[in-house]
């Protein structure tokens, strides 16, 4: 069993570092306002992330296994306090943990990172769609709670 976790545990590993290594081509593509890539790249990462949610899903079941297995191992023990009773993998399966958790933290600062791109690309691709459009939308609102639109439009949109 224990085997098998930290098999579970490196494969977990793997595809974090995938979607880290996506993470950073995202940040360049969203910098670049790169869509072709950003679309290719977006994809990729739902496959990756389709893969980490059946392994996570593996290893929840395999915990489960561990826990009924050994008695001393209590549902609210930290699994790195587990590893204790895994004999002579114990240290490869603290190390491989650790390193899991620290590349789960990059991923997810990465991901905020992009969050914040992508939103300041889209305020300013809906600022450009106004200029466009010869619209100018007052920083209040109208009576009926509607934006007050100042001048003319060029276009009608419907987004």
């Known amino acids: 069993m224990w ?6 545990l490196r494969k977990l590993n793997n ?22 890539t950003l679309d290719r790249l977006i994809k990729r990462e739902a496959d990756i992330a389709a893969s980490i949610q059946k392994t996570e899903s593996a290893r929840q079941e395999l915990c489960l296994k561990i826990i009924t297995a050994y008695p001393s191992i ?7 306090d587990a590893y204790q ?3 002579p993998l114990a240290r490869e399966l603290k190390n491989a943990h650790e390193a899991l958790s620290k590349l789960v933290e990059e991923v ?7 969050n914040i791109l992508a939103m300041g690309a889209l305020g300013a691709v809906n600022q450009r769609l106004g200029r466009i459009g010869g ?12 934006e007050n639109v100042s001048h003319r439009q060029n276009f009608e949109y419907d987004a």
């Open 3 to 8: 085997q098998e976790l930290l098999n579970i």
């Open 15 to 36: 595809d974090y570092g995938v979607v880290a290594a996506l993470g950073k081509e995202k940040h360049a593509a969203l910098v670049g306002v790169d869509m072709k």
């Open 74 to 80: 209590t549902p609210g023990i930290k699994m790195q």
């Open 85 to 87: 009773f895994a004999g």
């Open 108 to 114: 997810k600062a990465q991901a905020e990172i992009n």
């Open 135 to 146: 619209v100018s939308v007052d920083p209040v609102y109208g009576r009926g709670g509607r």
